[in-house]
């Protein structure tokens, strides 16, 4: 089965912004002294170190019901971006759109309503439960820096997580262009990764998307992590 990341499209006519940017603000004054956002915006933040190895944390986090504004020209669709926004938590889902979702084999996942002016539809963050790098199979993975256009790839040997760790010390730029996973989570129709920042969708998820009219979307056909299994 082949699989591929969605992304948010940045085309103008899609979204109705011209610089591509997020779709909806997010307003967060009226809740910033409440207990419940704070504990979920501390958990949800690139300062927490821990977040993937304490992910069960999540299912205790109630947060207060997100509110946000269309930003001036922005057109509704099923998955918008949205700003500031939320660490892990990068996209705005309509209720259709999640609906679908649940419809498959997507794992375990977290919901948390976002509501936004004067748009009738509820829209949510998700969350999906991510496999964490420990689980990757970095020897069957490739790792690489530089751009296939301009003919400077450079790949490089790692066999384990401990050399992942010290070539992401030495060489931040190094990126995935193949993950490996264990086989166990073949079949599955969304996969979360640590270390990929959108998730893997299968094939036939991907096509009852678009046979649906889910608007917002772009698929990565040609510029996806290849997701492999072994």
């Known amino acids: 089965m082949k699989y591929y990341q969605i992304f948010r499209s940045a085309e ?18 009226d809740m910033l002294s409440e207990s419940s956002f704070i504990d979920f915006d501390n958990h949800f933040s690139g300062s927490n170190k821990v977040f993937f190895q304490n992910q069960d944390k999540i299912d205790s986090l109630l947060p207060p019901i997100f509110r946000g504004v269309l ?5 509704v669709t ?3 971006q949205y700003g500031q926004v939320f660490r892990h938590l990068y996209y705005l889902y309509s209720e259709r759109y999640i609906n679908i979702l649940k419809t498959h084999n997507i794992g375990e996942f977290n919901l948390f ?8 539809n509820l829209y949510y963050l998700l969350f ?3 496999i964490p790098r420990e689980e990757i199979i970095f020897k069957d993975s490739l790792l690489y820096t530089g751009q296939k256009v301009l003919e400077n790839v450079k790949y490089y040997d790692v066999n384990n997580l401990q050399q992942y760790t ?15 996973i264990s086989k166990e989570h073949s079949g599955k129709d969304l996969i979360s990764i640590q270390g990929a920042a959108n998730y893997f ?5 991907v096509d009852f998307l678009l046979d649906c009219g889910i608007t917002g979307l772009q698929v990565g056909y040609n510029n996806s992590v290849q997701l492999e299994f072994v």
């Open 78 to 80: 099923d998955l918008m």
């Open 128 to 130: 999906v439960k991510a």
């Open 113 to 120: 309503p976002f509501k936004i002016e004067n748009v009738e």
């Open 71 to 75: 930003r001036k020209r922005a057109f």
């Open 12 to 29: 103008l006519k899609v979204i109705g912004i011209k610089d591509g940017t997020s779709q909806v603000e997010l307003i967060t004054k």
């Open 166 to 180: 010290d070539l992401v010390a030495t060489t931040p730029l190094a990126t995935f262009e193949k993950i490996a």
């Open 201 to 205: 969708y299968s094939e036939k998820l």
